[in-house]
Nanobody
Framework: EIELVESGGGSVQEGDSLTLSCTFS????????LGWFRQVPGKEREGVAA???????VVADSLKGRVTISKNNANNTLWLQINSLKPEDTAMYYC?????????????????????????WGQGTQVTVSS
């Protein structure tokens, strides 16, 4: 069973950094991709960053330079570090996983920043940034 559990959210000040964590599940030798998404009420879920089993990564253009996605395969933990936080980063942050997939090119990776590409989702962790 694929289960994702996020943690690390909270209330921070503008300019702070925050690292979100997500524990994930996988099966031996199976390809997968993992993504971070965020959503505010009334808006569509937005792709933040994604990574595949081989540690190829993609970050949304609007967040490049402030966001780093990484994972530890030994303990199945996914991280998202966000620097220089802004009030507009306030959102519920979700991790997501899709099995049997990987990034075949840079364009393919960008295409897989879409929420519809992922079948499994965590419950989310709230990040609130105050000015």
């Amino acid at each position: 069973e694929i289960e994702l559990v996020e943690s690390g959210g909270g209330s921070v000040q503008e300019g702070d950094s925050l690292t979100l964590s997500c524990t994930f599940s996988t099966y031996a030798n199976m390809r997968y991709i993992l993504g971070w998404f965020r959503q505010v009420p009334g808006k569509e879920r937005e792709g933040v960053a994604a990574i595949d089993r081989a540690d190829r990564t993609v970050v949304a253009d609007s967040l490049k330079g402030r966001v780093t996605i990484s994972k530890n395969n030994a303990n199945n933990t996914l991280w998202l570090q966000i620097n220089s936080l802004k009030p507009e980063d306030t959102a519920m942050y979700y991790c997501a996983q899709e099995m049997g997939s990987e990034f075949y090119s840079d364009d393919d990776a960008r295409r897989k920043l879409a929420a519809g590409m992922y079948a499994y989702w965590g419950q989310g962790t709230q990040v609130t940034v105050s000015s």
